[in-house]
């Protein structure tokens, strides 16, 4: 099965400075790569997703880049706002029993001091 | 996107008794919804999936008997937490997926269930 690696699992920024968060997936078969967005005690909201046949997506001051060779991606978040403080996990998608499953990584607790 | 409902939003109850969490979609007619749990700090894991009209396929180590799923209709879901004990306490949430041919999930607002 699939298998996400994230990193860093915490990272803090200063309000106005940008964000990376990296991460590895290990079947050469996921060509769906989510970010989601939580924050506490509420449900993941999906913030950008990317296919594998595209290197680079962007919206607004979020990006995500794709490496299919090196199987990793990357969200980019830029002119960090303390409303971006939350915990972001990155998902790679497999087609198992039918169905599309996401595995996520662990997740990366942002928070963006003022 | 899509508007993902879950009732209820928090529940108490005590060991031994069951539990149903409701996952609705408002705004799609969802073919397959996935059921997840979250434990504190952790990421989420998993559970089982369903389509409408056939039985959940559940992942390994989740005892069917125990987290009974329903997928009723292309817009309601259910779990059930039977014979509840407090490690089930956990965070659950719901995805839905307009069809399998995409792969786009949609995630509900979650339950906290805590058994005492």
């Known amino acids: 099965g699939e298998n996400v690696e994230q990193h860093p699992s915490t990272l803090s920024v200063q309000e106005g400075d940008s964000a990376v968060i990296k991460c590895t997936y290990s079947?050469?078969?996921?060509?769906?790569f989510p970010w989601y967005k939580q924050e506490l005690g509420k449900g993941p909201q999906l913030i950008i997703d990317i296919r594998s046949n595209v290197g680079e997506k962007k919206d607004q001051r979020i990006a995500v880049t794709l490496n299919k060779t090196a199987k990793h991606f990357s969200l980019h978040i830029t002119e960090t706002q303390p409303e971006d403080s939350a915990v972001y996990f990155c998902?790679?998608?497999?087609?198992?029993?039918?169905?599309?499953?996401?595995?996520f990584g662990k997740g990366t607790k942002l928070s963006v001091i003022p | 996107g899509a508007v993902v409902s879950q009732h209820p939003s928090r529940v108490i109850c005590k060991s031994g008794t069951s539990v149903k969490i409701e996952c609705r979609s408002l705004d799609f007619q969802a073919t397959t919804m996935f059921w997840y749990r979250q434990f504190p700090k952790q990421s989420l894991m998993l559970m089982a999936t369903?389509?409408?009209?056939?039985?959940?396929?559940?992942e390994q180590g989740v005892e069917k008997d125990k987290f009974l799923i329903n997928h009723a209709s292309l817009t309601l879901s259910t779990l059930t937490v039977t014979s509840a004990h407090p490690e089930d306490s956990s965070f659950y949430i719901c995805s839905l997926a307009r069809d399998t041919s995409t792969d786009t999930q949609y995630f509900g607002p979650g339950t906290r269930l805590t058994v005492l």
């Open positions: 369903s389509n409408e009209g056939s039985k959940a396929t559940y």
């Open positions: 079947d050469s078969a996921s060509n769906y």
């Open positions: 998902a790679a998608s497999w087609s198992g029993a039918g169905s599309y499953q996401l595995t």
